[in-house]
């Protein structure tokens, strides 16, 4: 049976032109051998499987090269070339600095240091994961660092630059390795699937990059786990995405779609399914997140090209970003933001996400619930204008009427159709919402009457059970001028207030008073400062302050506080 060689391996760049992705370091590395400027110490540095360690060996190999071609690349047929290929090169010492970080592994390599080469012109060091060190190690490493033999050159490579002492950095030459980009990992891996006669979807072999996250090594490992679950080494769109466990774009749009059209029972279904598909909620609202993200994108023609995705998924987000509002994408990723910080606090996580879903599907109501009253100035404005294109006339009494006022009826409150009965205007007969006509407008109105309409609101809020409200309103406020001001008791009832019941209960009293220049301004309670009791002492003060007696009896007996 053949030996199975991974494609990280098998594929692995011997040239410099072969890394993919970097061809900002490649360039630089070429030029300086050409030019023959190359530093005693290089630090080859960024994230995983990106070609860090690939580089330092190809340029290790290239230093020695002895048949040098016209672009600085390694000939791979003179004797350094063939023993570095056989890992048989005296010239090239690698070390792991994960497995030996030690003061004592760092002198044994500067007493190899010491000895020049045998053949070629350099004696290369390749320190992989050199982080890892210790503080007395990197000391060590310091003095043969800064001046070592002129045969001597050092490639240190490492994912956390952040780790390195900053006397060490100062001794290198930096390279900063950058992710390497979705469709640079999808050409190589189209490019691999030919040589190895796999048939491959593009749209899989990018999704493949996707998940990659910049690292070439994970594609290449993914890419092998792919081909070997294939059945006829075909590579499909829909193999990948149920191998790989990955969320389909398509839950995404589906879940945006019912979210736009407030379909709230859509998107709770939706959710059922991808939790029973066993995709964890927390990444369920990152990715929701990040679909927002790109619909946001695209809303400018210049912001297109951020999107990574295919061609036919880039025109899918494209239509549906031309359906979604700029205020609901805003208020969206606001909403799902605080959601996902508060994730991994929340007792049921799934009602934690299911509330998430409930706020973003009424989105749009409370949007339009805001431009119900005009600019709060006074007078029906523009914002009433625009209702009365879309609600039903509704014909007011003689007395009232001028002109043709839309219907406007608070959520959550009964229908206001029968506006020519008669109600009586009790605490225990709720009044309906009544259209405001022109000349009534800024009717005037006492504190008292103010209260009794305030009372019939929240009764009406205990009748429907909606008992977070209730708790909210049902409590005393304060009128200045036409502003009502109420205390609440922290920031979550605040937030409420400030978003749909404000412009609730604003419509309801404009309405029952007849006056629409009332507003509400929403303040939260300071916290109470109380101190607390802990001590003998505290504890005989705070009984002395209520019976000062208790002093005189104290002073007489020469009492302390201990008995």
Request: charged share 15%.
């Given at each position: 049976m053949e030996n199975f060689v991974v494609s990280a391996r098998k594929y692995r760049p011997a040239l410099f032109d072969s890394v993919v992705g970097q061809g900002h370091i490649t360039t630089t590395l070429k030029n300086a051998i050409r030019t023959k400027h190359l530093?005693?110490?290089?630090?080859?540095?960024?994230?995983?499987?990106?070609?860090?360690?690939?580089?330092?060996r190809i340029l290790a190999k290239t230093i020695n090269c002895e048949n040098l071609t016209h672009d600085a690349e390694a000939c791979g047929n003179c004797e350094s070339c063939r023993s570095f290929q056989n890992n048989a090169s005296f010239n090239i010492h690698e070390l792991d600095a994960a497995s030996n970080n030690s003061v004592d592994d760092i002198r044994n390599l500067i007493d190899q240091v010491r000895y020049p080469p045998q053949s070629g012109k350099f004696k290369i060091y390749i320190i992989d994961e050199v982080h890892m060190l210790s503080?007395?190690?990197?000391?060590?490493?310091?003095?043969?660092?800064?001046?070592?033999?002129?045969?001597?050159?050092?490639?240190?490579?490492?994912?956390?630059?952040?780790?390195?002492?900053?006397?060490i950095l100062s001794r290198c030459q930096i390279f900063d390795f950058n992710r390497i980009q979705i469709r640079d990992i999808a050409e190589h891996l189209a490019n691999i699937a030919v040589k190895e006669g796999v048939v491959a979807e593009l749209d899989a072999l990018e999704l493949i990059a996707q998940k990659a996250d910049g690292g070439l090594r994970d594609a290449l490992s993914m890419f092998d786990l792919n081909v070997t679950f294939a059945k006829d080494n075909t590579l499909r769109y829909a193999e990948v995405l149920e191998n790989l466990h990955i969320l389909d774009y398509d839950y995404y749009f589906k879940m945006t779609e019912a979210l736009l059209q407030s379909q709230t029972a859509q998107a709770y279904l939706l959710f059922d399914e991808i939790l029973k598909k066993g995709f964890d909620a927390h990444q369920f609202i990152v990715g929701l997140l990040e679909h927002f993200r790109n619909l946001l994108v695209c809303k400018d023609p210049a912001t297109v090209r951020l999107l990574q995705v295919s061609t036919h998924v880039q025109q899918k987000y494209i239509e549906q970003s031309a359906q979604a509002p700029l205020s609901f994408l805003a208020s969206a990723l606001s909403i799902g933001s605080q959601c996902d910080i508060h994730y991994k606090a929340a007792k049921n996580q799934k009602l934690h996400v299911e509330i998430c879903l409930l706020k973003m599907a009424h989105i749009s109501h409370a949007l339009n619930l805001a431009s119900l009253p005009a600019a709060e100035g006074g007078g029906v404005g523009k914002s009433q204008a625009k209702v009365e294109a879309t609600a039903t006339p509704q014909p007011v009494q003689a007395a009232a009427a001028t002109a043709t006022i839309p219907k406007i009826a608070a959520p959550g409150l009964k229908s206001t159709a029968s506006l020519g009965?008669?109600?009586?205007?009790?605490?225990?007969?709720?009044?309906?919402?009544?259209?405001?006509?022109?000349?009534?407008?800024?009717?005037?109105?006492?504190?008292?009457?103010?209260?009794?309409?305030?009372?019939?609101?929240?009764?009406q809020l205990e009748q429907k059970e909606r008992f977070n409200e209730f708790v909210i309103f049902n409590r005393t406020f304060t009128l200045k001028g036409s502003t009502i001001?109420?205390?609440?008791?922290?920031?979550?009832?605040?937030?409420?207030?400030?978003?749909?019941?404000?412009?609730?209960?604003?419509?309801?009293?404009?309405?029952?008073?007849?006056?629409?220049?009332?507003?509400l301004e929403v303040k939260i309670k300071p916290l109470e400062q109380r101190q607390m009791i802990y001590t003998q002492a505290e504890k005989f003060r705070f009984l002395a302050e209520k019976n000062p007696a208790l002093n005189d009896l104290r002073n007489i007996l020469g009492l302390d506080y201990d008995y």
């Open positions: 530093a005693q110490a290089f630090l080859f540095c960024g994230p995983r499987g990106v070609g860090k360690t690939t580089c330092a503080t007395s190690a990197f000391n060590a490493f310091l003095k043969t660092l800064e001046e070592p033999p002129a045969y001597a050159i050092f490639i240190l490579a490492t994912t956390e630059k952040h780790k390195i002492l900053p006397t009965k008669p109600v009586a205007n009790s605490p225990s007969t709720p009044v309906p919402a009544q259209p405001l006509a022109t000349n009534l407008a800024q009717k005037p109105f006492t504190y008292e009457m103010l209260q009794t309409q305030w009372q019939i609101f929240v009764q001001v109420l205390e609440v008791d922290n920031d979550i009832q605040a937030e409420l207030l400030t978003t749909t019941l404000r412009t609730e209960i604003l419509t309801f009293l404009r309405n029952a008073l007849q006056n629409n220049s009332l507003h």
